[in-house]
């Protein structure tokens, strides 16, 4: 049995002319050039790993940002010395992996503090933090000469009401189902991932295909995606059904 552990930090400050940042709006998203902002930060993160006998291994990772960005162009200002909009105080996630031969099984917690919609802080612009949990299992397997890589999620099993931008809430309790396939000979990568939010079940599907083992370099790949929604009534019937296939391809000649 033997472990490590890896701290890092990083602080920083920096004074920024015409700081952009991008606000969103109900249907597009607007520009705002703040002419002067101060920036105070800190990154924080800590790494420890135990190995056992037997391929057992115990892993934890916490990282914390710190981040007081204010707007400091004009001291006569409602909002001077205000947080910039959609910039968090606090911010954070913690991590906790199980790894052994069968599965290995990651506990994850992301957390995001208060921010503001708009330049001044004020009580009706206030957006409420929030603490999401989230589960995943992962397994690799080899097959034939490629690499299958098995997962499952479980995201927002607390099934926390949130929204990252106001008026646009997040999904509550969803999971997802995802397959991929990576074979080096060709460089070769097929992924399928099954999902649900909400009252939508979704199936992607895509491909990355580069042909290297000939004087041309030839990439091709594809996506497609069948989103299936159901109404809340009780026959739980579908009523909407949208397929997108798209193909594109990017050839490189070699010298």
């Known amino acids: 049995t033997h472990g490590s552990a890896v701290v890092t930090a990083d602080f920083y400050y920096n004074n920024v002319r ?14 705002m050039n703040f002419g002067r902002a101060d920036i105070f930060g800190a990154d924080v993160s800590l790494l420890l790993r135990s190995e056992f006998v037997g391929r057992l291994a115990l892993r934890a990772d916490v990282a914390y940002s710190w981040q007081y960005a204010i707007d400091v162009t004009d001291s006569s200002a409602k909002n001077y010395r205000h947080q910039l909009p959609y910039t968090p105080e606090h911010s954070g996630n913690f991590s906790f992996t199980f790894e052994n031969p069968i599965v290995d099984v990651t ?9 503001y919609m708009l330049p001044q802080n004020t009580e009706r612009n ?3 933090g929030y603490v999401e949990h989230s589960f995943v299992l ?3 397997l080899p097959f034939g000469g490629n690499v299958l890589h098995l997962q499952g999620k479980l995201m927002n099993v607390g099934n926390e009401q949130y929204e990252v931008i ?10 997802q189902v995802f397959y991929s396939k ?7 990568l097929y992924q ?20 290297v083992t000939k004087r041309t370099n030839y990439t091709l790949y594809y996506t497609a995606q069948l989103p299936l929604c159901y109404s809340t009534i009780p026959d739980n019937t579908f009523k909407t059904f949208f397929l997108a296939l ?10």
Do not use: H
């Open 107 to 115: 506990y994850m917690l992301s957390a995001v503090g208060e921010r």
């Open 138 to 140: 992962n397994r690799e």
């Open 246 to 255: 798209g193909v594109n391809s990017d050839p490189n000649w070699g010298n």
């Open 192 to 211: 399928v991932q099954f999902a649900q939010y909400s009252n939508c079940i979704f199936w992607s599907d895509n491909a990355y295909v580069s042909d």
């Open 18 to 31: 015409d700081k952009i940042v991008a606000l969103p709006t109900m249907y597009i998203w607007r520009m």
């Open 166 to 175: 106001r008026y646009y809430p997040m999904p509550g309790f969803s999971w």
């Open 182 to 188: 990576w074979s080096q000979g060709n460089q070769g």
């Open 126 to 128: 206030l957006m409420n």
